[in-house]
């Protein structure tokens, strides 16, 4: 906010942003609801990681509805839903091919079967096709992308084909009502693109991530993820060997051993798949089956290592970030406990915690020793930077002035209901609010009004070395930049020019407000 006192000031809860741009038509209430269905809301939780202030997420609320209101956003309440329901369908559909694999081909049983994967796959063709409408979150440029031609490349550069192919048994469906031999078999054959989804397991587990942030602890989260994977693993190996004793069965002895589901089939594939042997008899004559043999028990071991790999890097991975992040919230609750603190104290302690980290932990004194110091000046001026330029009487300092006074901001939190100036206290900090609200009160009590993200506070008292005006309460939790007097007096009094300027622009602003106020 570039003249914060001229423009600050709702002195109420805010409406919704729908509720200002869609204010008349028909169906108001409906289109409202659908429109805040779609929008970046606060109960997904990659929404409050990225959207971290009220004000951020105002700004992608009035984005979405200018850039292009009909695109779904990609942490929107639908989104959320929907992915989940479409991973819990990966699922079902592996566990579907694999007992319709279970069957010798041209079997009457594959028929209804391939009924129960038709309803899913056209579930999947559906969803390619709103894929072109949902919103994704760029991670190089920091932003959601919304508009339909970039959401389109994006995605046929993309995961369009690996959808497209496993959707052919659909698409191919209605040759089903021709006898023709050669129809029958295209038809056959297309059941095989199945097995290309698995290369959108990443899908699956980015869907489970954001489920475990709102739901699971870790260490069930941990668990549940390794059994996911085993499980589609699993499925996926099994299917690959069915297809390839039918595949062989069909070509070389035109049989139909497997008519019902057999448990026995099931015992043999499975010792197969864990590479112990093979359990039945094989004719000499029976080339086919054992070359089947062997690739399954080949398969078998081949899938055994990458698991055992996977696992043991997964764990590994998990315990040693795990351990350090439960190490350093241990020590949080026995300090907490040691200090014998009020239960309100407490739970604003806890509360601080996980609004610094986010369930994402660090160790910031170990980043700081392991980079170097010209590296860590240049993040610290990066990150505050656009803070100080926003403040009027600095418009015109030198940077190289600016850039030194960049460094010498420190980062500092609050949380609801803090105090973090108290009117009357000695002017020896300023602050920039990076995110987050706050309210400035009158040293009477009253509200005068709500300041957001790159507003600044104190700067009259900062500069003139007098006591505070007014109160400023965090409403919602804050980060904020504090510049120390000290500090700017150090970098300032090697320029007296420079610091002659600020204080007539700061005395300008200072008269302006004054004349507002009367």
């Not at 049989?255 to 010792?271: A, D, G």
């Amino acid at each position: 906010m570039r003249k914060h006192w001229q423009t600050c000031g709702y002195m109420h809860r805010e409406e919704h942003v729908v509720d200002i741009f869609f204010d008349s038509g028909v169906l108001l209430d409906l289109r409202r609801r659908v429109l805040k269905f779609i929008m970046l809301n606060t109960y997904h939780p990659y929404a409050r990681i990225y959207f971290r202030s009220h004000l951020q997420r105002r700004r992608e609320h009035i984005r979405h509805l200018t850039v292009s209101s009909h695109t779904i956003h990609p942490f929107s309440y639908f989104n959320l839903y929907w992915e989940s329901m479409i991973s819990l369908m990966y699922c079902i559909s592996c566990a579907l091919f694999f007992v319709n694999c279970m069957y010798s081909w041209n079997t009457t049983v594959q028929v209804d079967l391939g009924r129960s994967l038709l309803a899913i796959e056209s579930l999947f063709i559906f969803d390619s096709i709103l894929r072109f409408f949902v919103g994704y979150y760029d991670s190089e440029l920091n932003k959601t992308v919304l508009r339909r031609k970039d959401i389109a490349k994006h995605y046929l550069k993309g995961y369009f084909i690996i959808d497209q192919l496993p959707c052919f048994i659909t698409y191919l469906y209605p040759l089903r009502s021709y006898k023709s031999s050669i129809c029958l078999e295209i038809v056959k054959w297309s059941r095989l693109m199945c097995l290309v989804r698995i290369f959108r397991l990443r899908r699956i587990m980015e869907t489970y991530d954001i489920i475990k942030i709102r739901l699971l602890p870790n260490y069930h989260g941990t668990i549940i993820k390794t059994s996911l994977v085993l499980y589609i693993v699993l499925m996926v190996s099994y299917a690959v060997i069915l297809v390839t004793e039918n595949f062989l069965e069909y070509t070389y002895y035109g049989t139909k051993r497997w008519k019902v589901f057999n448990v026995f089939r099931f015992y043999t594939i499975t010792l197969k798949l864990l590479t112990v042997g093979y359990t039945g008899t094989i004719e000499a004559g029976q080339v086919a089956m054992q070359v089947a043999s062997l690739i399954s028990l080949t398969w078998g071991y081949y899938v055994y290592m990458v698991t055992l790999i996977w696992a043991l890097k997964l764990w590994m991975y998990h315990s040693h970030t795990r351990l350090g992040a439960d190490c350093l919230y241990r020590e949080f609750q026995q300090y907490v406990q040691y200090e014998d603190l009020p239960r309100n104290i407490r739970s604003k302690c806890f509360k601080l915690f996980s609004f610094k980290f986010h369930t994402h932990y660090y160790k910031e004194r170990t980043i700081d020793r392991t980079i170097s110091l010209t590296l860590k000046r240049q993040i610290q001026i990066t990150v505050t930077r656009q803070q100080l330029e926003k403040v009027d009487f600095f418009r015109d300092v030198p940077a190289s002035i600016l850039m030194k006074l960049f460094a010498k901001c420190k980062s500092e939190i609050f949380l609801t209901n803090d105090v973090i100036v108290l009117a009357g206290s000695p002017g020896h900090f300023m602050y920039f609010i990076n995110f987050g609200t706050v309210a400035v009160y009158s040293p009477s009590g009253r509200e005068i009004c709500h300041l957001e993200d790159g507003a600044h506070i104190g700067e009259i008292a900062f500069i003139f070395d007098e006591v505070q005006q007014t109160t400023v309460v965090a409403v919602a939790p804050c980060e904020m930049f504090k510049l120390k007097k000290a500090d700017y007096d150090k970098v300032l009094d090697k320029h007296p020019d420079v610091k002659q300027l600020i204080v007539k622009r700061a005395t300008q602003r200072w008269n302006e407000y004054k004349k507002k106020a009367q």
